[in-house]
């Protein structure tokens, strides 16, 4: 039974940073693809990215590009998204997603989901 469980929401003033952190546990084969998603009052689920595990390539989404940083560290399953210079427009619920099927992760459907950590900027 696979899990992911996002951590470091938070609410935080316009211009400053956070990292958010997502754990996987239960995993029995390795997940070959992680990303996160952000979801905005009234917007639609937005891909910020997505880290490919063997090689390491990350490939950012617009809204991620310049400001996010994403970081997989193999050796505790940890994936952590660094984001800075925060501003209103990344408020949101923030979810990552991982799968284990190379198909699965070409085609963006993620069989593994957290239930998302809450980031607030004012």
């Known amino acids: 039974h696979v899990q992911l469980v996002e951590s470091g929401g938070a609410s935080v003033q316009a211009g400053g940073s956070l990292t958010l952190s997502c754990a996987v546990s239960?995993?029995?084969?390795?997940?070959?693809?992680r990303t996160w998603f952000r979801q905005a009052p009234g917007k639609e689920r937005e891909r910020l990215e997505i880290i490919y595990t063997h090689s390491g390539k990350a490939v950012y989404g617009d809204s991620a590009k310049g400001r996010f940083t994403i970081t997989l560290d193999n050796a505790r399953s940890l994936l952590t998204l660094e984001m800075n210079n925060l501003t209103p427009e990344d408020t949101g619920s923030y979810t990552c997603?991982?799968?284990?099927?190379?198909?699965?992760?070409?085609?963006?459907?993620?069989?593994?989901w957290g239930q998302g950590t809450q980031v607030t900027v004012s």
């Open positions: 239960g995993a029995t084969d390795p997940l070959i693809c």
């Open positions: 997603a991982a799968d284990w099927d190379r198909i699965q992760c070409a085609k963006e459907e993620y069989s593994f």
